[in-house]
């Protein structure tokens, strides 16, 4: 059983940045995508970025220009560069990965606010 832990998170000004990490407790290798969703108050939890094994990325078009994803295997680690951040960005951060099973982190709260 893997586990996901999300890290990076906390208040930033809009225009600011974060980076977001997601640690995994085993190999990512074996993880054909992993991504990051985010839940917004009162909102569904919708997907943001993916990462394939191949290292394919794509992007919610909202964030297309404004954030980055990487992977590195060797580490079993994912991150979620942030830039530009807006206050609709803000809301909890959840990091997920898929092999035969789908795998979650506990999520990590992001608030850009002045």
């Known amino acids: 059983q893997v586990q996901l832990v999300e890290s990076g998170g906390g208040l930033v000004q809009p225009g600011g940045s974060l980076r977001l990490s997601c640690a995994a407790s085993g190999s990512i290798s074996g993880f054909y995508v992993m991504g990051w969703y985010r839940q917004a108050p009162g909102k569904q939890r919708v997907l943001v970025a993916t990462i394939s094994s191949g290292g394919t990325t794509k992007y919610v078009d909202s964030v297309k220009g404004r954030f980055t994803i990487s992977r590195d295997n060797v580490k079993n680690t994912m991150s979620l560069q942030m830039n530009s951040l807006k206050p609709e960005d803000t809301a909890v951060y959840y990091c997920?990965?898929?092999?035969?099973?789908?795998?979650w982190g506990q999520g990590t709260q992001v608030t850009v606010s002045s």
């Open positions: 997920t990965a898929a092999s035969y099973q789908q795998y």
